[in-house]
């Protein structure tokens, strides 16, 4: 059997990818891992896995952004990757990269979008009095952290709570939506068409929630 093929992008520590890992190494997600593909060379994601499944570029190296992104899609393209993960990849993708991969790239942002998108997300969750906050995963267009939803995970935001304790515990929650959608992704069950995400071939018009999709999928550490 072949397996469907992911490939993340990465350009920091890389839990998001080690999450990912760890649902294909217990049987949860049926995929292969074909490459992690980091804008910084020294990125902690790169050592999760072995070289062979390594990419990595310094964009300043090349004449242009253009430049950069025409050798990232080679490489991804040559990886065969089925599906594209952005999971904690630090810049913006321009518009002929995600063309290219139109409707298989997928990225994880920690707040509720459309709330918070960018940077500081749970700074933002703090200062606008948010009593919920948690993590997405949508669909990657040109437009930062806007293409169509697919998941959210939430939790409330407690009294006490800083960016850091927040961040702590959505991490946790990205660490279980982001292998329950690819799951959902690799099973082909998950597709976007004109700005709408499509689970079974049904329109969604609101994100699939962590408990919907756990249900379909018990993660081992979630409480029974
Ligand atoms: C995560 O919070 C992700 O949502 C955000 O960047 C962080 C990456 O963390 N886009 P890691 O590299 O997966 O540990």
Known sequence: MTLPRIAV????????LQAILDAIAQGRLDARLVGVFSDRPQAGALMRVPP???WSARPSSFE???AYEQALGAALAASGADWIVCAGYMRILG???IARFAGRMLNIHPSLLPRHR???THAAALAAGDTEHGCSVHFVIPELDAGSLIAQARLPVEAGDTPETLASRVLALEHRLLPAVLRLAVAGRLSERDGTTYVDGQPRFTPLTLDSLERRMPHPEATP
């Open 9 to 16: 992008l990465a350009s920091g520590r890389g839990s998001n």
């Open 52 to 54: 062979e499944l390594r």
């Open 64 to 66: 242009n952004r253009q």
């Open 95 to 97: 518009e002929a990269l």
């Open 118 to 120: 960018g940077l500081h």
